[in-house]
């Protein structure tokens, strides 16, 4: 008997993302139940969804708790094997949806895994939220194969094999539900922005593998939560990053390394504060004081998976030493 997946599309205020993205879902995906997931949305997402998509379910949150809560919410009461969070600005294609399962059911302990995310608007790239998979340094910075900070590589073929990883994209995720409520899901505090890389770590934390399943490609459009132009996105990527070093890594330099982190970001606020100006680099700031104010709770670790981990550092590796692509690194 094949596993049930559900497919779950988190939308707020998203109409336009709905019209242009939803037929693909619709086409594709007759294997998995499709949810719409609305957080709380004020424009007629809900209405153009009923009309013209009837075979999709709904899930109504009552707040909009960004992407970690509102996910949160949305997944307590499914019962589908497996779960697959999907932006509401992605297009997938045809047989998305079973290699993917296919790799969740035939690996040990292979719990998360994405596919392919290459760019809706340059088809022959890779798209900066996830790329061939994602990794991390040993401080904790993300980067991807096929893309390192904002380099992005064209698709030639080159991750055209299946593979472990560290971290799979928020974007497009698969994962065991058994496993997510495991877990505890997200981490609601982070509210968007690295939620799936501490999801991610924390399952790694317990034995767990993530992958890359190469056979499955999507098209995502990205920014679709927060513009880059927006410093609330540079606040939570610069907060958020620093908690999850501090919950998850199990080294016994995690203080130092965030000392180091420190440094680093202070160098980020130099850069942004020429390049994006003051809001941007101050959110950086904010994003220190905030973190220092967390409360810090550790994730468990029975047997850590430290597969995907950078053991240099990919700042130094891109900046000072000019590589752009994952091929380049030692």
Request: aromatic fraction near 14%; include cysteine.
């Amino acid at each position: 008997m094949s596993p049930s997946v559900a497919v779950v599309i988190l939308n707020w205020n998203g109409r336009r993302h709905l019209e242009t993205y939803l037929p693909s879902v619709v086409k594709y995906s007759a294997v998995a139940t499709v949810y719409l997931a609305d957080n709380n949305s004020t424009d007629d997402s809900i209405a153009f969804t009923k009309k013209n998509y009837p075979s999709i379910k709904f899930i109504i949150n009552e707040s909009n708790g960004g992407f970690a809560k509102g996910y949160n919410d949305a997944l307590k009461d499914l019962k589908e094997d497996y779960f697959v969070l999907l932006n509401s600005d992605v297009e997938v294609t045809p047989n998305w949806i079973a290699p993917v399962i296919k790799k969740l059911e035939s690996i040990e302990n292979v719990c998360i895994a994405q596919p392919k995310i290459k760019s809706y608007l340059k088809k022959d790239e890779f798209e900066y939220a996830g790329a061939a998979g994602g990794f991390i340094d040993f401080l904790g910075y993300p980067f991807c194969q096929g893309r390192i900070f904002d380099s992005i590589e064209k698709d030639i073929g080159q991750y055209d094999t299946s593979r472990e990883v560290f971290w799979a994209t928020g974007a497009c995720m698969f994962i065991k539900a058994s496993l997510f409520k495991q877990l505890g899901g997200f981490d609601e505090r982070y509210f968007a922005h690295m939620e799936e890389i501490d999801l991610c770590w924390r399952a790694k934390n317990l034995g767990y593998s993530v992958y890359y399943v190469a056979e499955s490609t999507v098209y995502h459009l990205g920014g679709g939560t927060m513009k880059n132009t927006n410093p609330r996105k540079t606040f939570l990527n610069f907060r958020n990053s620093l908690m999850t070093l501090y919950k998850n890594d199990q080294s016994n330099y995690r203080l130092f390394k965030i000392f180091l982190r420190l440094l680093l970001d202070g160098l980020a606020f130099v850069k942004l504060l020429i390049s994006s100006g003051p809001q941007h680099a101050f959110a950086i700031l904010q994003a220190h004081f905030s973190f220092y104010k967390m409360k810090k709770i550790r994730s468990n670790a029975e047997s850590p998976n430290s597969k995907g981990i950078l053991k240099t550092s990919i700042v130094w590796s891109h900046y000072a030493k000019r590589i752009t692509r994952f091929s380049q690194l030692k």
